[in-house]
């Protein structure tokens, strides 16, 4: 087997024989030919004379060992191997060559657009040279640009600029310097013309840091909502955190070729240009808010995976988890927290869940790794962030700083790993976590079966709790977890119980942590209304068998936000159970008239927050009611799902109506409650566009609509629920943003998630468009990733032409860029759980992949585990 396709096992970490203290850098860049001098002061660490350094891809012009040049190497397909080297401290001078133009694969040093810029997380500084790319190498960086001057007024890298000046032959020249040691995937270079926007920014303690946006030119009046974002977030970072900026400058450039959403690299983040160019005519609510968002993802990196960095890419959860952690919680004190924390759980309930149900489960801390890139998965992030809200929950807010404090303390400057992380919060709060510990190395989604038993005699509610974990591929055997299960019990006059354990006042968080457990409640005077994992706290399955009653009582009274939307979602997955065996049998879909009642009382609640409502109507989707059976019903559960929210426009139609009028805006400004407002009469609009009135609604707010928010919403509501007026609408967005890919993205998604019969012709078409390219993820993740993740119809028709098309695209990606294809591929792997046909025709389509001669391994992995072999 070639080499790059084997595993790495995290049990066989060792540390290295060598470090790098200091690397100075220089890049002369050329489209085809660029060339790279790498001068690295090197430290032996134990008493080897051998090292192996990673590359790929490169080319290598010469190699030196203090001044001489060097014979004693061997070059392999992974990296060189070097021998007979001096003990102790030596220069090793690298010149390797380079292609960006060539680099469809976005990583290293590639050329998006008009201007050069790089990628290396996890693994991509060894295609810059040949290198100890591994994150426990911390190196200073100095890093020189030598370019021409007109194509390329910005030259950029990490730290501060020190020096500039022209060449003999007239290219420009510019030095940069990161005082911070740093491992490789934080290297950063940027060449380019860019418009720029600059903000100063004073940190709490007095440093002046001056804020750079860079975007595209043309775009400058696209950048102010990042910049604001950018503020924002270090703001909050020093006030929740006590965490500053470290560096006089902090630098954001936008790309349009970029395979994730963006990359931390210190003091120069790069970022695609999605989650940066925003406008009230381009962008939506939507978009405003992801911005905000990872702009502060990326800040919070500074500290949270920069200053303190990862031992080793299985650690990656560390800087993973707590980052998003950290930026949940900054949406969180910005806007409302409640609607944010639905939105984080849909994602684990949905796609996380299923990613722990698939060939690709795998524990937060993964074992075993064939390709880094296949781990910035959900789980390693979401669930991730679930893990640190756990800790958080257990430990409070204010033993959780102490240990943030601490975790500082002990690991600033180094490479660390998620015991460290551990046993830091331990050690600052005293509490044991032990057992808790077991979420990082189990992977799977435990369910907790709850049962309630009141005894009128002894005035004492008993919760018998038990929890399972079903084994996954990657691991049979479970244990128990320690579990935080937050709850509040009700009378029925919707005041919280106080809750008593023997004798004595207890926490609302009870600590589940043995298979099976009761608590008993006492001084419970009346029959109570349990409120189970309230704020989600836990990332687990919970069963417990509520009435329609008081699950309506839950909406209405609960004191706590999320818990009124978990009782929604729960009273309307109940349902959509009950009709997918009904339309399994042949018979009519229902929903009884009090659940009609509870969401009509909700839609004209004028006391609840509109963005709350806008959650409490939306439907679980198919992806998340898919999790909910072994063998997922296609046809059976998109019915349910359509005919359901037909007869919910249908019954609240006169208050759906009104609703929608009430909430006109006459101008667009983004604050929450406007961006509430809209996402409220926008879930009125997607329930409207299924009654008669539908088409007429939709095609006067398309015309009206004051901001893209508007046009999208009209654009869906017409494309979902297959309105008349869907062609000209698509026409007209399509004849005005034609130019602009990134405006054109939610067009795309639109022909990728257009449930009609004929969708995937258009997809076909659409590839034609103009503004589509094979090369530009985002284009490739609206139109083929909506088809594949949102078209559940067409994707799974039982032709097996959409699993047909999806094999054909996922070879040409491999080529083109094995990170993207490898994101793509994710839907056939879960084939098991579909019915045999289907099964069939997509393990075909995953057969055809592995026979292919150049699979990349990022596929190889992904396939091979999904065919198990
Ligand atoms: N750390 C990067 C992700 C890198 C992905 C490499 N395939 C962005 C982030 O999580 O902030
Ligand atoms: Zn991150």
């Not at 990613?355 to 910035?376: G, L, Q, T």
């Not at 009209?714 to 007209?732: P, Y």
């Amino acid at each position: 087997m070639a080499s790059e396709l084997q595993a790495k096992y995290r049990k066989d970490y060792q540390s290295p024989s060598h470090t790098i203290t200091d690397i100075d850098l220089t890049f002369y860049l050329h489209e085809e030919k660029t060339r790279v001098v790498a001068i690295s002061q090197v430290r032996q660490l134990d008493s080897t004379n051998q090292l192996v350094l990673d590359g790929e891809n490169l080319e290598l012009a010469s190699l030196h060992i203090n001044d001489q040049a060097w014979t004693a190497f061997k070059v392999t397909d992974t990296g060189l191997e070097l021998s007979a080297l001096p003990d102790g401290e030596f220069e090793l001078r690298v010149e390797t060559m380079i292609n960006p133009s060539t680099n469809t694969a976005l990583e290293g040093l590639y050329i998006s657009g008009q201007a050069y810029c790089t990628q290396c997380e996890a693994e991509g500084f060894r295609r810059i040279t040949y290198y100890m790319d591994r994150p426990d190498v911390l190196a200073r960086y100095t890093t020189t640009i030598v370019a021409d001057r007109e194509k390329y007024p910005y030259l950029l890298s990490n730290g501060n600029k020190i020096e500039e000046g022209v060449t003999e032959d007239g290219e420009s020249w510019v030095r940069w310097q990161d005082p911070h040691p740093k491992p490789a995937y934080l290297f950063a270079l940027v060449a380019g013309d860019f418009d720029m926007i600059q903000e100063q920014y004073k940190t709490k303690s007095g440093r002046m840091v001056t804020l750079e946006v860079f975007v595209d030119k043309g775009n400058r009046d696209r950048a102010t909502h990042a910049m604001l974002s950018l503020i924002n977030a270090m703001q909050w970072d020093e006030e929740r955190f006590g965490l500053e900026y470290d560096l006089d400058v902090y630098m954001v450039v936008a790309v349009d070729f970029f395979n994730m959403g963006a990359m931390e690299n210190k003091g120069l983040n790069i970022f695609n240009s999605k989650f940066v160019l925003a406008n009230d005519q381009t962008a939506t609510d939507y978009d405003y808010q992801a911005i905000e968002s990872i702009i502060g993802h990326e800040y919070f990196h500074n500290w949270t995976g920069n200053r303190v960095t990862c031992r080793d890419w299985f650690q990656l959860s560390l800087k993973e988890g707590l980052t998003v952690f950290r930026d949940q919680e900054f949406s969180s004190d910005l806007g409302s927290r409640s609607v944010k924390r639905i939105q984080s759980v849909r994602l684990i309930r949905g796609p996380q869940f299923a990613e722990d149900a698939s060939p690709m489960s795998h524990p937060i801390r993964p074992e075993k790794v064939i390709e880094m890139n296949n781990f910035y998965t959900l789980t390693v992030y979401e669930k991730g962030s679930e893990v640190i809200r756990m800790i958080h929950t257990l430990l409070g807010e204010t033993n959780f700083q102490k240990g943030m404090q601490l975790y500082f303390e002990r690991h600033d400057g180094t490479a660390a790993t998620c015991e460290d992380f551990v046993s830091a919060m331990e050690d600052a709060s005293g509490i044991d976590l032990k057992q808790f510990r077991l979420w990082y190395s189990q992977s799977g989604t435990p369910v907790l079966t709850v049962s309630g038993e009141y005894s009128e005699a002894d005035k004492q509610f008993a919760l018998h709790v038990s929890q399972h974990t079903s084994s996954t591929v990657d691991q049979e055997e479970k244990q128990a977890l320690h579990i935080p299960l937050k709850m509040s019990l009700y009378d029925s006059e919707g005041n919280r119980i106080e809750l008593r354990c023997n004798g004595e006042k207890v926490s609302d968080i009870l600590n589940v942590t043995e298979s099976e457990q009761t608590f008993i409640f006492e001084n419970v005077f009346e029959k109570p209304v349990p409120s189970l994992l309230e704020e989600f706290s836990a990332p687990v399955k919970l069963f417990y068998d509520y009435s329609d009653e008081e699950l309506i009582f839950l909406m209405v009274h609960a004191k706590n936000d999320f818990a009124r939307w978990d009782a929604g979602q729960m009273l309307l997955g109940k349902y959509i159970r009950q009709n997918v065996e009904k339309v399994r049998d042949n018979q009519e879909t229902t929903i009884s008239e009090g659940v009609i009642q509870a969401f009509k009382d909700l839609l004209l609640d004028k006391s609840a927050d509109p963005a709350f409502i806008a959650e409490m109507f939306a439907l679980p989707n198919f992806n998340e009611v898919s999790e909910w059976f072994d063998e997922v019903d296609v046809d059976s559960i998109t019915t349910v799902l359509k005919s359901m929210k037909v007869e919910l426009a249908t019954a609240l139609k006169p208050e759906l109506l009104s609703v929608y009028h009430q909430l006109k805006q006459s101008d667009y400004t983004i604050d929450h409650e406007s961006i509430g407002q809209r996402a409220l009469r926008n879930m009125c609009l997607s329930y409207l566009a299924f009654t008669d009135q539908g088409n007429e609604l939709v095609q006067n707010q398309y015309q009206q609509a004051l901001s893209m928010t508007d046009v999208i919403a009209a654009m869906t509501a017409a494309n979902l629920a297959g309105l008349s007026c869907r062609e000209s609408l698509m026409q007209d967005y399509s004849k005005q943003w034609k130019h602009d890919g990134l405006v054109m993205d939610k067009w795309f998604v639109l022909q990728g998630q257009n449930p009609s019969e004929n969708a995937l012709s258009m997809i076909y078409d659409s590839m034609e468009h103009e503004a589509f390219t094979m090369k530009n993820p985002n284009r490739i993740r609206s139109l083929i990733g909506a088809f594949l993740n949102y078209n559940p119809k067409r994707f799974h028709d039982k032709s097996g032409s959409g699993y047909q098309f999806a094999g054909k695209i996922l070879q040409q990606l491999n080529t083109i860029n094995p990170q993207v294809a490898s994101r793509m591929v994710d839907p056939l792997l879960k084939f098991k759980r579909y019915d045999k046909d289907r099964q069939a025709l997509m393990k075909k389509e995953l057969e055809a992949l592995l026979n292919m001669d150049n699979l990349a391994k990022d596929l190889y992995e992904k396939v091979t585990k999904a065919l198990d072999i």
